[in-house]
């Protein structure tokens, strides 16, 4: 059912089914739409209560459900944070975290800690992650991953990040389309990012044109996810360069945008004898890694390429890749268009 639905949001469905339930989706993003423009009004109105810490808040959001790429963001931020003195705090959701030895985590957040070395708060609420982390003093200023929704914590700075390859979907809100609000509420964003401007040129003019149009002078920045390094999680060791990738190998994800993670393989001369996609954020089973690994014996395949995401949850079947290397493959957010804006506006509100 859900890959029924997700069909009929990406417009990929042409079944009698489909056209059939498209106007029942259609009403129901009506009643979200109004849902989600009433909670937005209360908090407006102080009916609904925020809580603005007493360090600087620098949000990462999006409109759209799916692999918009934020988490490299916030991890970019972090970095750029802490070059310049501060002490960031992550405030993190925790998408399908999980306890393990009585600690809450995910996979996003174990990713970011493992990259970063910051404190990394982890609640849906993140209202009270963030007056615990001043209680702890853990930080001096607090980064909210997929915050632009979460108005119950105020923001010094909104960013608002799009994917130049899907940046609105098919228009709709869900759930029949990916938006989670109408694009007017884009007005309440300080700066937007576009992620993946290599792989989606074509479509950058237009989305500049829609975010000019609905915030006039705004500022627009253009981002590409930049390949950087190789780490073989067997050996727990980083090899030199990206030259381990031009060979034959077979791609795992569970991402929300596993087509880009595919087309980096591919554009660092990888040869993809397949990919092994699951749903974004799957927890992975015995059993598909069993599959992954008997397709590498009968194609004598011995590199399996997946992201540092999934590789919090693969690295716990090590035993099961024997004789085949694990690599992971790491990108960081790299700025191509509108970097003297973007900085500003750090400076900005970091200072003010």
């Given at each position: 059912m859900k890959e029924f639905l997700k069909r009929i949001i990406t417009g990929k469905d042409h079944t009698k089914a489909g056209a059939l339930l498209k106007p029942v989706l259609a009403l129901l993003s009506f009643i979200y739409a109004g849902a989600v423009a009433l909670i937005h009004m209360l908090y407006c109105w102080g009916v609904l209560p925020s809580y603005r810490p007493k360090y600087p808040v620098i949000s990462v959001g999006n409109i759209t459900v799916g692999g918009v790429g934020k988490t490299p963001i916030v991890m970019f931020l972090a970095g750029l944070l802490r070059n310049k003195g501060f002490r960031p705090v992550v405030l993190t959701r925790g998408y399908m975290a999980s306890a393990d030895a009585g600690v809450l985590a995910s996979d996003e957040a174990i990713m970011m800690s493992e990259r970063l070395d910051v404190p990394v708060m982890i609640n849906p609420d993140r209202m009270v992650s963030a007056k615990n982390a001043e209680a702890c003093s853990m930080g001096n200023i607090f980064i909210l991953d997929d915050g632009f929704q979460h108005e119950r914590l105020k923001r010094d700075l909104d960013i608002v990040a799009i994917d130049a390859t899907n940046a609105f979907g098919n228009g709709y809100l869900l759930p029949r389309g990916i938006l989670r609000e109408s694009l007017a509420a884009l007005t309440r964003a300080d700066l937007f990012i576009l992620t993946k401007t290599d792989l989606g040129?074509?479509?950058?003019?237009?989305?500049?044109?829609?975010?000019e149009r609905i915030k006039p002078g705004c500022v627009i920045v253009e981002t590409i996810h930049a390949p950087v390094s190789v780490y073989d999680v067997g050996a727990e060791?980083?090899?030199?360069?990206?030259?381990s990738l031009e060979d034959r190998i077979v791609g795992v994800c569970?991402?929300?945008?596993?087509?880009?993670?595919?087309?980096?393989?591919?554009?660092?001369?990888?040869?993809?004898?397949?990919?092994f996609v699951f749903e974004d954020h799957h927890l992975y089973a015995e059993e598909d890694v069993r599959c992954v690994v008997a397709f590498c014996h009968e194609k004598k395949i011995g590199k399996i390429v997946t992201t540092h995401k999934d590789a919090v949850k693969l690295r716990g079947f090590q035993k099961a890749f024997q004789g085949i290397s694990l690599l992971v493959l790491e990108v960081e957010i790299k700025v191509v268009h509108g970097q003297a804006e973007f900085f500003a506006r750090i400076d900005r509100c970091v200072n003010s």
């Amino acid at each position: 059912m859900k890959e029924f639905l997700k069909r009929i949001i990406t417009g990929k469905d042409h079944t009698k089914a489909g056209a059939l339930l498209k106007p029942v989706l259609a009403l129901l993003s009506f009643i979200y739409a109004g849902a989600v423009a009433l909670i937005h009004m209360l908090y407006c109105w102080g009916v609904l209560p925020s809580y603005r810490p007493k360090y600087p808040v620098i949000s990462v959001g999006n409109i759209t459900v799916g692999g918009v790429g934020k988490t490299p963001i916030v991890m970019f931020l972090a970095g750029l944070l802490r070059n310049k003195g501060f002490r960031p705090v992550v405030l993190t959701r925790g998408y399908m975290a999980s306890a393990d030895a009585g600690v809450l985590a995910s996979d996003e957040a174990i990713m970011m800690s493992e990259r970063l070395d910051v404190p990394v708060m982890i609640n849906p609420d993140r209202m009270v992650s963030a007056k615990n982390a001043e209680a702890c003093s853990m930080g001096n200023i607090f980064i909210l991953d997929d915050g632009f929704q979460h108005e119950r914590l105020k923001r010094d700075l909104d960013i608002v990040a799009i994917d130049a390859t899907n940046a609105f979907g098919n228009g709709y809100l869900l759930p029949r389309g990916i938006l989670r609000e109408s694009l007017a509420a884009l007005t309440r964003a300080d700066l937007f990012i576009l992620t993946k401007t290599d792989l989606g040129r074509v479509y950058v003019p237009g989305i500049r044109n829609v975010l000019e149009r609905i915030k006039p002078g705004c500022v627009i920045v253009e981002t590409i996810h930049a390949p950087v390094s190789v780490y073989d999680v067997g050996a727990e060791v980083h090899l030199p360069d990206l030259s381990s990738l031009e060979d034959r190998i077979v791609g795992v994800c569970a991402i929300g945008a596993p087509d880009a993670f595919e087309s980096m393989l591919r554009r660092e001369g990888s040869l993809i004898e397949k990919m092994f996609v699951f749903e974004d954020h799957h927890l992975y089973a015995e059993e598909d890694v069993r599959c992954v690994v008997a397709f590498c014996h009968e194609k004598k395949i011995g590199k399996i390429v997946t992201t540092h995401k999934d590789a919090v949850k693969l690295r716990g079947f090590q035993k099961a890749f024997q004789g085949i290397s694990l690599l992971v493959l790491e990108v960081e957010i790299k700025v191509v268009h509108g970097q003297a804006e973007f900085f500003a506006r750090i400076d900005r509100c970091v200072n003010s």
